[in-house]
């Protein structure tokens, strides 16, 4: 542990551990949590190709096919497999969290956490059914 | 069941040593006794230089928080034939400097817990002819489950946020802001707003969620500090489009 300002110096005897660097890897719960945190590049990694697949689009039809062709690389089908399992725990424990930071009341008794949860799972369901409907008309 | 278990018992005596030793000690195992009662048993019968801290033991005073096999635990709470066949290993809470043997110093906490200003703040007492403040029971529960803590700090034991940055205000002091924010009878919270949403406070937690998991009174303060990062964010929207509203 650090030096804490409201540690004085008057208690030099004091054992002050030191947190390890790995502190993560020594229990399930931290790791979970550290995957959790990283996962999050998947996120921005995702955010960043469809930025890319956008302005293929504006390119034209050729640049277009020319950026789906580079997709299908087995390196980048990789990758994409690899970040899309990482976006969908990301996306997981998020709902899953969610009750937490909600403490919403309906007639003075605190709304049941599954109400919350089952809420986001069902916006989710609902818009990816609204996409692919969208996207199969055309 | 074994008759008896070995405590490795973390040991710091500042005359003496450096840094913390293990010392082992068998103890017997019956039934109905709890980590502090071996603990206890030590004291009385095999070493009487083990320095520790208790005083209830049933689960109120909040003292005798340690790190039973590397989990913060109320020793008062954890029964010892749970760790059959052991051996069952107690250290000091982690994450908090050691003054002896078991004893922590918890002069930090108590610096944060004073400056989340946990008690009633009223703008204007009423007088005391006018009676009580009244309050219904829904307005109780609204704050009910955060008033449970007994500042027992197994939660910044569990916080390696806490470990990892000591400024950070903490779980359990940020949980009682949100105790008497929530109060009806308070109208300080404002006050405690600009204390908390400082970065070291409720922006320093990451929300790792432990604090809440290891509680022993379930008193969720990671869902607290959630709930006060929202409230904030509220609080700044609100400031930044309408700034005349601001007090």
New interface residues.
Partial sequence: ??Q?P??TTH?P?????R?STY??S??W??FR?IVR?LSSIAVAYFVVLTLMQIHALRQGAEAYAAFEEWLRRPLLVTLNAISLFFLLYHAITWFN?AP????A?FR?KRIPDILITGSNYGAWLAISVGLVWLLSRG | MAETITLEVSRYRPEQETEPTYQKYEVPVRKDWVVLDALNHIKDKIDTSLSYRWSCRMGVCGSCGMMVNNEPKLTCATFLSDYVPGPVRVEPLRNFPVVRDLVIAMTDFMDKLLRVKPWIIRDQEKPLSEGEYLQTPEELDAYKQFSMCINCMICYAACPVYGLDPHFVGPAAIALAQRYNRDSRDQGSQERLDILSQHDAIWGCTFVGECTKVCPKHVDPAGAIQQYKLEATKEWFKSFLLPWSAR
């Fill in positions: 542990m650090n804490t409201a540690y208690h005897r004091w054992y002050r551990t947190i502190w993560w020594r229990k719960a931290y949590f945190e969290l937490k930071a909600i403490a009341r003075g």
